[in-house]
């Protein structure tokens, strides 16, 4: 019934927006439906007893984690679809967005929640690396919906190459079918039988299959090399678009990992797997950081620091002890709601400057003080300066991994402080410019303040308050939700 009621709620959004004839209906039906999105996972996470194999199906399956995933989901789906009430009518406006495509933006917005739910729901690996192909047409359509030759370009490539590498995934597939038949007497891609027997399982050909697997679900991320694709359909998507891309879409290849490595951890293969993905932890951040360092695009600086904590996330998976596991759980909500505060606030300053360059970002905090502060203490946030809640995960994080080799602690530490350095650099350089500065007295064009139009502000204020909250006060029902994620998934 959880299922349907998550598919009910879709087709009927689905079904309004299309028959919807002005801008503020679609926006309102899209809201419901995030709400409604929203409601029913908490309402389940309240009421429901847990395990929850779906009735009459063998193929979905309500875990702590997977409701937890959908809820973070859901949470940036509603703070996204307020925000576009104001941003896209300023798209269409600046004729970025032609309105013939407004109903389309809409219907696919839709359609991603409700693919992205079902993801997570999904107990059978094929089923998931088909809802997570979806996923990517829908999100590369919404990249590619903007009237510029970039955003194609931008959207052919992320299709190209995330896709291109699912088919190594759908190679590990065959692997793991064929190695889990062979142990059973049958196949099955079933998470759950594959949990429950991962014991039985040869080493070295779960060990093959995790690493086609892995092909797949880090170029889902954004992890090393996959990653290419990321910051050009990052910083081209519409802003409301971005925050969803960084916050929850990315967090689907991350699952299919954790997912992947919750079996590999009960096997021989545990070793030779964390140290593959402590190797590619590093590399991820290290080549992420350093693009960051010269960069002068304020959402391609943005979506490098999403590479960069893909691959904090990946070293969390990589300790694999039960520690590392719940800050790691919690870092998957701190990320999610810093980036999508940090795409937000960069929306603003966009339609503010009509360019996300440094040199053109002058008088931020006179002229938008809310996405100014928005960003800058997103920013502070973002690089895990205390109190926001990044801190308290990379320093538990990065605690657990002194264990498994005090060099790899001290290569990181050092590449995040060039990641800091990266966003002072860009702070100082942006947030401190003057339109005084550019002519003599008297002869500067004053730059008209853009007026931000409905919504767009809540989001961001909101996530500020959630952050700093989070931050300062560990809500012990959080603490409970992942506890018992970290037993669901065998590390207890």
């Known amino acids: 019934m959880i299922i349907l009621s998550y598919l009910a709620v879709g087709a009927i959004a689905l079904a309004l927006i299309t028959l919807s004839k002005s801008h503020r209906a679609m926006n309102a039906f899209f809201i419901l439906h995030t709400l409604a999105s929203l409601t029913i996972g908490v309402y389940v996470l309240l009421t429901a007893p847990f395990?929850?194999?779906?009735?009459?199906?063998?193929?979905?399956?309500?875990?702590?984690?997977?409701?937890?995933?959908?809820?973070?989901?859901?949470?940036?789906?509603?703070?996204?679809?307020?925000y576009a009430n104001g941003y896209v009518e300023s798209l269409m406006q600046a004729q970025e967005l032609h309105r013939n495509n407004l109903k389309i933006f809409y219907m696919v917005f839709s359609l991603l929640l409700t693919t992205v739910t079902?993801?997570?729901?999904?107990d059978n690996l094929a089923l998931f690396w088909i809802f997570a192909e979806l996923t990517t047409v829908f999100s590369a359509a919404l990249v590619a919906i903007l009237s510029a030759r970039e955003n194609i370009d931008a959207a052919i490539k992320y299709i190209f190459i995330a896709s291109g590498a699912m088919l190594f995934s759908f190679i590990g597939l065959i692997f793991l079918y064929t190695l889990s038949g062979e142990v059973l007497g049958s196949g099955t891609l079933n998470w759950t039988i594959l949990a429950k027997n991962a014991a039985l399982l040869s080493p070295k050909m779960l060990t093959a299959s995790f690493v086609f697997l892995f092909i797949g679900f880090a170029a889902k991320s954004g992890i090393f090399p996959f990653h290419t694709w990321l910051p050009d359909a990052h910083s081209k998507a519409p802003s409301a678009v971005s925050a969803i891309l960084s916050g929850v879409l990315l967090n689907i290849g991350m699952y299919g990992i954790l997912r992947m490595y919750a079996i590999v951890r009960q096997t021989q293969a545990e070793t030779m797997i964390s140290q593959f993905l402590l190797g590619f932890g590093l590399l991820t951040i290290t080549v992420a950081v350093l693009n960051m360092l010269l960069q002068k695009n304020l959402k391609m600086l943005i979506a490098f620091s999403s590479v960069e904590h893909m691959g904090i996330l990946l070293l969390g998976i990589g300790i694999g002890t039960p520690l590392a596991l719940f800050w790691t759980l919690f870092y998957i909500l701190a990320h999610s709601l810093t980036k999508a505060s940090l795409f937000f606030s960069a929306?603003?300053?966009?339609?503010?400057?009509?360019?996300?360059?440094?040199?053109?970002?002058?008088d931020v905090f006179s002229l938008q003080p809310v996405a100014g502060w928005g960003f800058v203490i997103g920013s502070f946030a973002i690089i895990g300066m205390p109190p926001f809640p990044i801190f308290s995960a990379k320093f538990f994080i990065l605690l657990e991994a002194f264990g498994f080799s005090k060099p790899l602690v001290f290569a990181v530490l050092l590449l995040l402080v060039i990641a800091s350095a990266a966003f002072a650099r860009f702070l100082i350089e942006a947030f401190t410019q003057s339109s005084k500065d550019a002519g003599t007295e008297g002869?500067?064009?004053p730059i008209i303040p853009y007026t931000v139009r409905g919504g767009m502000k809540f989001p961001i204020l909101s996530i500020l308050f959630m952050i700093l909250a989070l931050g300062v006060v560990f809500p012990e029902p959080l603490e409970k939700l992942l506890n018992i994620i970290v037993y669901e998934l065998g590390y207890l």
């Open 51 to 82: 395990p929850i194999f779906e009735t009459g199906s063998e193929y979905f399956y309500v875990d702590h984690l997977s409701l937890y995933e959908v809820l973070i989901a859901a949470l940036l789906f509603f703070l996204a679809s307020v």
């Open 118 to 122: 079902l993801a997570f729901f999904s």
């Open 347 to 362: 929306g603003i300053l966009h339609r503010q400057y009509e360019s996300n360059l440094i040199k053109d970002i002058k």
């Open 443 to 445: 002869t500067e064009t």
